[in-house]
């Protein structure tokens, strides 16, 4: 049986998806990357999964770097999200003008994020068009425990299936 792509994207973009900034860096390079290929893997020791583009910029800086993290934003400003989806612009204190911190793997950490989780890489995956890195917890924070994550269904954003535009 041969599925149809229109199908796969229309059936695959309603899964349920958390929606946030990724961040990550290798030496004096950082970048943030929209995201919503994220799950918690194991407990012990906790393990988060990110689904990364093997053409991104951040694939490469996750790599080299062995970090990332994932910061989770307020559902009701999902606006950073678009500027996200291209590397972003980094003045020293800021990516794409949002206060960022440095954390403890080096990663950049949103000062704006409802809550953000910062990751040691264990394992990466080379799934073909995407790798599957998984990152140990190894610091994370709640800022605003009232706000709810913003997730794919808060936007207009669609993301998975197969690619459009003969990419």
């Excluded at 990364?52 to 951040?58: E, H, K, P």
Aim: proline share 4%; glycine share 10%.
């Amino acid at each position: 049986m041969v599925l149809e792509d229109e199908l796969v994207n229309r059936v695959t973009w309603k899964i349920p998806n958390a929606l946030a900034l990724v961040g990550s860096a290798a030496g004096d390079e950082r970048n943030a990357m929209t995201t919503s290929w994220i799950t918690q893997l194991a407990m012990e020791p906790v393990l988060l999964g990110v689904g990364v583009d093997n053409s991104a910029l951040t694939h490469r800086l996750i790599t080299d770097g062995g970090s990332f993290t994932i910061n989770l934003w307020d559902s009701e400003e999902t606006r950073p999200f678009v500027k996200f989806s291209k590397p972003a612009s980094d003045d020293g204190t800021t990516l794409n003008g949002r206060p960022v911190r440095t954390g403890v793997t080096g990663a950049p950490i949103f000062e704006e994020a409802i809550a953000w989780m910062e990751c040691e890489v264990r394992q990466a995956h080379d799934l073909g068009s995407h790798t599957l890195f998984i990152g140990e917890l190894v610091d994370a924070a709640i800022n605003d425990d009232e706000k709810r994550p913003a997730a794919m269904s808060d936007t207009r954003m669609k993301y998975g299936g197969v690619r459009r535009g003969g990419h």
